[in-house]
Antibody
Framework: QVQLVQSGAEVKKPGASVKVSCKAS????????VHWVRQAPGQGLEWMGV????????SYVQRFQGRVAMTRDTSTSTVYMELSSLTSEDTGVYYC???????????????WGQGTLVTVSP | EIVLTQSPGTLSLSPGEGATLSCRAS???????LVWYQQKPGQAPRLLIY???SRATGIPDRFSGSGSGTDFTLTISRLEPEDFAVYYC?????????FGQGTKLEIK
């Protein structure tokens, strides 16, 4: 069965960086796009961007441009999301989600990881 | 970018009643590429409806989606206790793939 398993909770200082992993199983990582979505405490969902695990191409929401990097390691079927220059406003749960088939549209997230809580605190 | 506005913000109903949730887009959603998710506390979102009206695998038929262009609706007939949660719409027609702010469905 399709599963996305994310890395554990992180606590970071302001100004630091965090790298969250998302390991895929039950399907071929390079066949589907992967989205990243975050959710601040008690707030709604925010789409951050998408990665094509086949070629590594990415598209980021403008507000994260220059601060986010989505990468992949096809040998371990894992995608990563790194966010730098953290502030308290980056505190929240970060989700990865499988998107559409590579070659088609990025589409929506049909399978989701369990989420990774990132806390930014002095 | 497309802004999605969900209404109402909170809906208070009793089990067995029907629910109607609205999602309005600031401009037409390409090819009706709109999904609905359900999220319960401490859990990841769960896909309910895609392409505005197609039920995802394993979703009960009491959930239905409708609409086109800028106005979309999620209807839940005969609410079950497990249906009380927060519901989000999201468009995936044009980047950025924004979400609505959510509708909380609570037990009356």
């Amino acid at each position: 069965q399709v599963q996305l398993v994310q890395s554990g909770a992180e606590v970071k200082k302001p100004g630091a960086s965090v790298k969250v992993s998302c390991k895929a199983s039950g399907y071929t990582l390079t066949s589907y796009y992967v989205h990243w979505v975050r959710q601040a405490p008690g707030q709604g969902l925010e789409w951050m961007g998408v990665i094509n695990p086949s070629g590594g191409g990415t598209s980021y929401v403008q507000r994260f441009q220059g601060r986010v990097a989505m990468t992949r390691d096809t040998s371990t079927s894992t995608v990563y999301m790194e966010l730098s220059s953290l502030t308290s406003e980056d505190t929240g749960v970060y989700y990865c989600a499988r998107g559409g088939s590579v070659g088609g549209g990025w589409s929506f997230g049909d399978y989701w990881g369990q989420g990774t809580l990132v806390t930014v605190s002095p | 970018e497309i802004v999605l506005t969900q209404s109402p913000g909170t809906l208070s109903l009793s089990p067995g009643e029907g629910a109607t949730l609205s999602c309005r887009a600031s401009q037409s959603v390409s090819s009706n590429y709109l999904v609905w998710y359900q999220q319960k506390p401490g859990q990841a979102p769960r896909l309910l409806i895609y392409d505005a009206s197609s039920r995802a695998t394993g979703i009960p038929d009491r959930f239905s989606g409708s609409g086109s262009g800028t106005d979309f609706t999620l209807t839940i007939s005969r609410l079950e206790p497990e249906d009380f949660a927060v519901y989000y719409c999201q468009q995936y027609g044009i980047s950025p793939f924004n979400f609505g702010q959510g509708t909380k469905l609570e037990i009356k």
